[in-house]
């Protein structure tokens, strides 16, 4: 008996003095962010900010919160279930109950502006978010498939002409992009440009001197798309090699004469 104690004794400091090859770390400073009768769950973590689901005291359903580094703001505010939140810096998703259909759907927030990512009626969940990118599973008819939601970044644009006149029999229309600082006109993928969401760039000259992208479109295509109007917006979509979305608008006036 006495033999076995020095035995797990003599372990015992054996393993002591192994995990002693550490320095002992600075003891943390522990607080507790939040009290009350209900669960919290899912705390997930960017820097020192972080999101967590917490059942709504008054209603029983989960509601996101948010903590950056300071306060806690309540995110979501309804009746139905709010969970599997994720963070990256302010970006915060997660996913939210449809109180009509019944279905999950993806929600974002940025802390200035909120948005709903899906609107289906199946299933959207476990939604992960970087800088500029939102990753989630949807249910699609019989199984699961991987989503992606990216944010565009704005570039500037100046469209001509100024004024399209719908019985033109003009061959093109041109689109005069300014990438700014931080997107290089070279890296923008030509094949993905479309104006209006659908015409795609019949020739594109880039000038890399002055970082500047001409492209020029069907104007018979296009016009079919515009109705007349002094402010018509005019939207490029594309994208740049690093997978970077990029969006441009423009508002040009559009006539018909004779109507
Ligand atoms: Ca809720
Ligand atoms: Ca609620
Ligand atoms: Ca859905
Ligand atoms: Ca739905």
Not at 13 to 31: F, H
Not at 183 to 195: E, M
């Amino acid at each position: 008996m006495k033999l076995n104690l020095l035995v797990i004794t003599v372990m015992t400091i054996v393993l002591a003095t192994a995990q002693a090859g550490y320095a002992q770390c600075e003891e943390p400073v522990i607080e507790q962010l939040t009290s009350g009768d209900v669960d919290k769950d899912n705390v997930r973590i960017s820097g020192v900010h972080a999101v967590w689901q917490g059942e709504d005291p008054n209603g029983g359903d989960w509601e996101i919160y948010y903590y950056d580094g300071s306060t806690v703001t309540q995110l979501t505010d309804n009746n139905t279930a709010d969970i599997e939140p994720d963070i990256k810096g302010s970006n915060v998703v997660w996913q939210g109950r449809d109180a009509n259909e019944g279905d999950w759907e993806i929600f974002y927030s940025n802390g200035q502006c909120f948005l709903q990512i899906t609107d289906n009626n199946q299933d959207d969940g476990n939604p992960q978010v970087s800088a500029s990118r939102i990753f989630w599973k949807g249910w699609v008819g019989v199984n699961w498939e991987v989503f992606s939601a990216a944010f565009p970044v704005g570039v500037s644009m100046k469209v001509s002409p100024r004024t399209i006149n719908l019985k033109s029999k003009g061959q093109s229309i041109t689109a005069t992009l300014l990438l700014g600082d931080d997107l290089k006109a070279d890296d923008v993928v030509v094949s993905s440009l479309r104006l209006l969401g659908q015409v795609p760039a019949s020739k594109v000259k880039i000038s890399a001197r002055s970082n500047k992208l001409i492209a020029k479109f069907d104007r018979p295509e296009v016009q079919t798309l515009l109705q007349t109007g002094n402010d018509v917006e005019i939207t490029l979509t594309g994208k740049m090699q690093d997978g970077t979305f990029i969006t441009a608008t423009d508002t040009v006036k559009v006539i018909k004469p004779g109507n």
